[in-house]
């Protein structure tokens, strides 16, 4: 479903103020695939006969500075080291061994969990098990497991967020609120919408308040309801999308900046190229306030059905966003034990009042 991604992280422009110091850029060119007109299950045992021999059983390990792939080859009647071929790069890994005078793929990690040293990978037979050894690049980066799947971003995440809060903007609440939970459900945080809060405040819906006193009434209270949240952690926050959002106005953004946030684009881009493109030119251009954004994921479309898939996306984006700015997650904390004064991302000393006219001295 992901059919491309991509990350940039362009340093910061003096004469853009507005545009974030650190933006994680992930295209995801979403077409929902095409249903078989047969039935999915025999499309299976058509696709994938089974083996003649069963794949090898894998265990990890991290190491701190390396992590550990072993693999049992005891039944694959592998002769030699010869008959093994390890093919890796800096965020790949592929293991093929002879088996019967068949090459046959035992791992295929498209992905790593993150980056490592691809010169000084070393590999080796130990007994019945296969072992390969990766460097990898963050020490200090704790990989749960091998790949970069879902299970393993919720797992490992946590440990780049240190507690900041989530917050997801966009233009469609609905899309905000269905990927904000399960984020939130994956990641151990607690999800929170801000359409229900303010519902269940003035108990009528957001569309017959939008009726009876327009959208700056609602982009306002939403403000309200966004400070409120500013001192919390461990949440994610599915903002109001579209006019009455207050993510979608300049002046709005003051609490935002406590979390890291993702801004949902929905886009008429067919590849990762265009799609990266178009997400440049939005935040450059500084015409939209979602350009205020950490992260921006690009979606080619929308089905709820691949509502984890994009929420993973999320999950990439923001790991690669950490990892580019260690510091980032810090800062984000001292603006929020600061008071969310509305001094992103250049923050004043304690003490310093916004409403006074002494000239900033940025720490």
């Known amino acids: 479903m992901l059919a491309s991604t991509c990350f940039s992280a362009p340093p910061p422009s003096s004469s853009s103020p507005s545009?974030?110091?650190?933006?994680?850029?992930?295209?995801?060119?979403?077409?929902?695939?095409?249903?078989?007109?047969?039935?999915?299950?025999?499309?299976l045992l058509g696709a994938f006969p089974p083996p003649t021999r069963p794949l090898p059983r894998a265990s990890f390990t991290d190491g701190g500075g390396e992590v550990e792939l072993r693999l049992d080859i005891g039944k694959l009647g592998i002769e030699n080291s010869r008959d093994v071929f390890v093919d890796v790069d800096d965020t790949s890994l592929l293991v093929r061994a002879k088996s019967d005078g068949t090459l046959r793929t035992l791992i295929n990690v498209k992905q790593l969990f993150d980056r490592i040293k691809s010169s000084e990978t070393i590999w080796f037979i130990?007994?019945?098990?296969?072992?390969?050894?990766?460097?990898?690049?963050?020490?200090?980066?704790?990989?749960?497991?091998?790949?970069?799947?879902?299970?393993?971003?919720?797992?490992?995440?946590?440990?780049?967020?240190?507690?900041?809060?989530?917050?997801?903007?966009?233009?469609?609440?609905?899309?905000?609120?269905?990927?904000?939970?399960?984020?939130?459900?994956?990641?151990?945080y607690l999800p929170v919408c801000t359409s229900e809060l303010l519902e269940s405040a003035t108990e009528k819906s957001i569309d017959k308040w939008l009726a009876s006193e327009g959208v700056d009434s609602v982009a306002e209270a939403e403000c309200v309801v966004l400070e409120s949240l500013s001192s919390h952690v461990r949440t994610v926050v599915a903002t109001l999308g579209g006019k009455q959002g207050a993510a979608s106005r300049f002046d709005k953004w003051q609490y935002l900046h406590a979390g890291?946030?993702?801004?949902?684009?929905?886009?008429?881009?067919?590849?990762?190229?265009?799609?990266?493109?178009?997400?440049?030119?939005?935040?450059?251009?500084?015409?939209?306030?979602?350009?205020?954004?950490?992260?921006?994921?690009?979606?080619?479309?929308?089905?709820?059905?691949?509502?984890?898939?994009?929420?993973q996306g999320c999950l990439v984006a923001l790991k690669q966003l950490t990892l580019a700015d260690k510091k980032l997650a810090g800062k984000k904390s001292l603006y929020m034990r600061l008071g969310c004064r509305g001094d992103w991302p250049n923050i004043e000393p304690p003490g310093w009042d916004p409403d006074s006219d002494a000239p900033p001295t940025n720490i």
């Open 126 to 188: 130990d007994e019945d098990q296969l072992v390969v050894n990766l460097k990898k690049v963050e020490q200090e980066l704790k990989w749960p497991d091998i790949d970069e799947s879902w299970e393993s971003l919720t797992s490992g995440i946590t440990q780049l967020l240190t507690g900041i809060s989530v917050h997801i903007v966009g233009d469609s609440t609905d899309i905000n609120e269905a990927v904000a939970k399960e984020i939130a459900e994956g990641i151990g």
């Open 260 to 311: 890291f946030t993702v801004w949902l684009s929905v886009s008429d881009a067919s590849d990762e190229a265009s799609a990266k493109e178009e997400a440049r030119r939005s935040v450059s251009s500084g015409n939209v306030a979602y350009a205020k954004a950490d992260v921006v994921v690009k979606l080619g479309g929308w089905d709820p059905e691949y509502t984890r898939a994009v929420a």
């Open 19 to 43: 545009i974030p110091t650190h933006l994680a850029t992930l295209c995801c060119c979403f077409r929902p695939p095409a249903r078989p007109p047969w039935p999915r299950s025999l499309l």
